[in-house]
């Protein structure tokens, strides 16, 4: 089992920028595809960007590609995820997410792909 905790999360403008964090309580490197998810007031919870470090594999949601950046530190067990150029319907609560295994070819979109889950940060993008 790998326990997640995420931090970073706070308010800023529009065309600012954040960096999510999402500790592990272990190694997740080689085996387990890493995801960040959000949700939104009143939406279901979406897919944002995903990794599988050990064939350095990145895929993004249509809506944050080019935007935001998804990383991974093997040393740290953590996971980041830097968002640009925030708009505001990036508010929502954040939410890290692992697999274990490989993510799918093309992604893993789904909440039911995902096995374990941080408790989420809040991100708010206002004027």
């Known amino acids: 089992q790998v326990q997640l905790v995420e931090s970073g999360g706070g308010s800023v403008q529009p065309g600012g920028s954040l960096r999510l964090s999402c500790a592990a309580s272990?190694?997740?490197?080689?085996?387990?595809?890493m995801g960040w998810f959000r949700q939104a007031p009143g939406k279901e919870r979406e897919g944002v960007a995903q990794i599988y470090s050990k064939f350095g594999i990145r895929y993004y949601a249509a809506s944050v590609k080019g935007r935001f950046t998804i990383s991974q530190d093997n040393a740290k067990n953590t996971m980041y995820l830097q968002m640009n150029s925030l708009k505001p319907e990036d508010t929502a609560m954040y939410y890290c997410a692992a697999r274990l295994g490989p993510c799918a070819y093309g992604g893993s979109w789904y909440e039911r792909d995902f096995g374990y889950w941080g408790q989420g940060t809040q991100v708010t993008v206002s004027s």
């Open positions: 272990a190694s997740t490197y080689s085996s387990y595809c």
